[in-house]
């Protein structure tokens, strides 16, 4: 196990090209922000000349890779002792594996889509696009749904949506009532051909309106004209319901969520 340097990315990238559907956020960070960043380093365990596995750290989070079903998991679960991140995310078998290494945190696994399908919003009125001025606002509203916002922070979150919004590597689009922003979604990455979709999220008492709909069909729309391939992941039973009617499974992840101190 080693730190990867600017000289790996070329190798890693291709590595990561093997299995995209596995390593979306990885893959996308790593071309958008190359080896290491104030807020990402990246690590690699090669073997006979050729890489095994990669691992990410990027602000609270770790994101790993590899091509393997089974691993030997000790050198990520040191990876993780050494940085006690507040959430782990990789393939579901290989976060399977890491779970059995690491105390102090709960699994989630969901389901990666291929957004393959949408409806053409022809008026589009209601839909911002946002501002890194409203990224707090937004954080907010994320953090305040439990199982979409509960690993991360206020102030760490909208760190990350304004870094996103101001390096254009991301977007987020909103839907206001009242000046107050009601709905959200947004491209938690996005890179040449490729965006990962994620943050949908509508206030309560606004679930019964248009506000999903619109949301994430005009931002395929947008998504499809640039000519990007979209895919997004879920871990809600209700939601996977619905993205097996709407969209193509492409595979499957799982998480590590760091447990709160009582």
Same mark, same amino acid.
């Given at each position: +196990?080693?730190i990867? @340097?600017?000289q @790996?990315k070329?190798?890693?990238l #291709?590595?990561?090209?093997?299995g995209?559907?596995?390593c979306l956020?990885?893959?996308? @960070?790593? +071309?958008n922000?190359?080896i290491a960043s104030d807020n +990402?380093?990246?690590?690699i365990?090669? #073997?006979?000349?050729?890489?095994v596995?990669?691992a990410?750290?990027?602000?609270d989070?770790?994101?790993?890779?590899?091509?393997?079903e089974?691993?030997?998991i000790?050198?990520?679960?040191?990876?993780?002792?050494?940085?006690?991140?507040?959430m782990?995310?990789?393939?579901?078998s290989?976060?399977?594996q890491l779970?059995?290494k690491?105390d102090?945190?709960k699994?989630?696994?969901?389901?990666?889509?291929?957004?393959?399908?949408?409806i053409k919003? =022809?008026?589009p009125?209601?839909?911002?696009?946002? =501002?890194?001025?409203?990224a707090?606002e937004?954080a907010?509203?994320?953090?305040?749904?439990?199982?979409l916002?509960?690993?991360?922070?206020?102030?760490?979150?909208?760190?990350q949506?304004?870094e996103?919004i101001?390096?254009?590597?991301?977007r987020?689009?909103?839907?206001?009532?009242?000046?107050?922003?009601?709905?959200?979604?947004?491209?938690?990455a996005?890179?040449e051909?490729i965006?990962v979709v994620?943050?949908?999220?509508?206030?309560t008492e606004?679930?019964n309106?248009?506000?999903?709909?619109?949301l994430?069909?005009?931002? +395929?729309?947008q998504?499809?004209g640039e000519?990007k391939?979209?895919?997004?992941?879920?871990?809600?039973?209700?939601?996977?319901?619905y993205? @097996?009617?709407?969209h193509t =499974?492409?595979?499957e992840y799982g998480?590590?969520?760091?447990?709160?101190?009582?």
């Amino acid at each position: +196990m080693r730190i990867a @340097d600017e000289q @790996d990315k070329g190798k890693i990238l #291709e590595y990561l090209k093997q299995g995209l559907h596995d390593c979306l956020y990885l893959y996308i @960070d790593v +071309m958008n922000y190359g080896i290491a960043s104030d807020n +990402m380093k990246v690590w690699i365990e090669e #073997e006979q000349g050729g890489l095994v596995w990669v691992a990410m750290k990027y602000y609270d989070s770790f994101q790993l890779y590899s091509h393997r079903e089974q691993l030997n998991i000790e050198g990520i679960a040191e990876l993780a002792r050494k940085y006690p991140v507040a959430m782990i995310s990789a393939r579901k078998s290989l976060i399977e594996q890491l779970a059995r290494k690491l105390d102090g945190y709960k699994t989630d696994y969901g389901v990666v889509y291929l957004m393959d399908k949408y409806i053409k919003i =022809r008026n589009p009125k209601k839909v911002e696009l946002a =501002r890194e001025e409203d990224a707090r606002e937004i954080a907010g509203l994320i953090c305040s749904d439990e199982e979409l916002g509960g690993h991360y922070t206020v102030d760490n979150l909208t760190a990350q949506l304004a870094e996103r919004i101001r390096t254009r590597t991301g977007r987020s689009y909103i839907i206001r009532d009242q000046g107050k922003i009601v709905a959200h979604s947004a491209t938690y990455a996005e890179a040449e051909g490729i965006a990962v979709v994620s943050g949908t999220i509508v206030k309560t008492e606004y679930r019964n309106t248009n506000c999903y709909m619109l949301l994430a069909n005009y931002m +395929m729309q947008q998504l499809v004209g640039e000519g990007k391939a979209a895919y997004t992941f879920s871990l809600s039973g209700k939601m996977i319901d619905y993205l @097996d009617k709407a969209h193509t =499974r492409c595979g499957e992840y799982g998480k590590l969520v760091r447990k709160q101190e009582k």
